[in-house]
């Protein structure tokens, strides 16, 4: 098993630029989510989905859109980049029930000029 | 609100020395919880969880956390810390499968 693959690995924008972020697990996760890592802020959640066509709003949501079509792929939309989307980003998996950890990706590295 | 705190930032600890980095969680009922590692430049790593049971729970690389529902706690301890200990640490909660929230990490430092 691959686990939870993400690309790019490092991504630089012009602000205004739009781009995806791409995230795919092959473990048969129910549940997927992306989070921004910044200094001192921890991992804060952005969106999550808690299957295919079901995804819902994290705790700092604005300026991304994302999507669920299928089980495996969970792309992470930045409609108009903006230098304070400058972070980076992790995608993790877990199946939905029980006491289960999250699986993480290796993570993208954005920078928003 | 639900919240995960962790009130120390940075630790450093020389090697060898016991370490225990504390961690506080503030929700209406007991979440799971997890304490994760981050290298350098490198994703999250499972330490260790808590759902039930035993409140002591063993983990990787020599790492234990004993969960305290009083103290609203699940502290994270090494015995003695080696130099490749030096990472973030991050604990985590999740309020039954809907709302995995991390807090905000305390780095590790190792002095030689």
């Known amino acids: 098993n691959a686990g939870v693959t993400q690309t790019p690995k490092f991504q630089v924008l012009k602000t205004g630029q739009s781009m995806t972020l791409q995230c795919a697990q092959d473990?048969?996760?129910?549940?997927m989510s992306w989070y921004r890592q910044d200094p001192g802020m921890g991992l804060r959640l952005i969106h999550y989905s808690v299957g295919a066509g079901i995804t819902d709003q994290g705790e700092v949501p604005n300026g991304y859109n994302v999507s669920r079509s299928t089980t495996e792929d969970f792309p992470l939309r930045l409609l108009s980049a903006a230098p304070s989307q400058t972070s980076v980003y992790f995608c993790?998996?877990?199946?939905?029930?029980?006491?289960?950890?999250?699986?993480f990706g290796p993570g993208t590295r954005l920078t928003v000029l | 609100a639900q919240s995960v705190t962790q009130p120390d930032i940075h630790i450093t600890v020389s090697e060898g020395a016991s370490l225990e980095l504390r961690c506080n969680y503030s929700?209406?009922?007991?979440?799971?919880l997890f304490w994760y590692v981050q290298s350098p430049g490198q994703g999250l790593q499972l330490l260790l969880k808590?759902?039930?049971?035993?409140?002591l729970v063993q983990g990787i690389k020599g790492f234990e956390a004993e969960f305290k529902r009083s103290q609203s706690s699940f502290n994270l301890r090494k015995p003695s810390v080696h130099w490749s200990d030096a990472a973030e640490y991050f604990c985590a909660a999740d309020n039954y499968g809907q709302n995995f929230v991390f807090g905000p990490g305390t780095r590790l430092s190792v002095l030689p």
């Open positions: 473990m048969n996760h129910e549940y």
């Open positions: 929700y209406g009922a007991t979440p799971y």
């Open positions: 808590y759902f039930s049971g035993d409140t």
């Open positions: 993790a998996s877990k199946e939905i029930s029980g006491a289960n950890e999250q699986f």
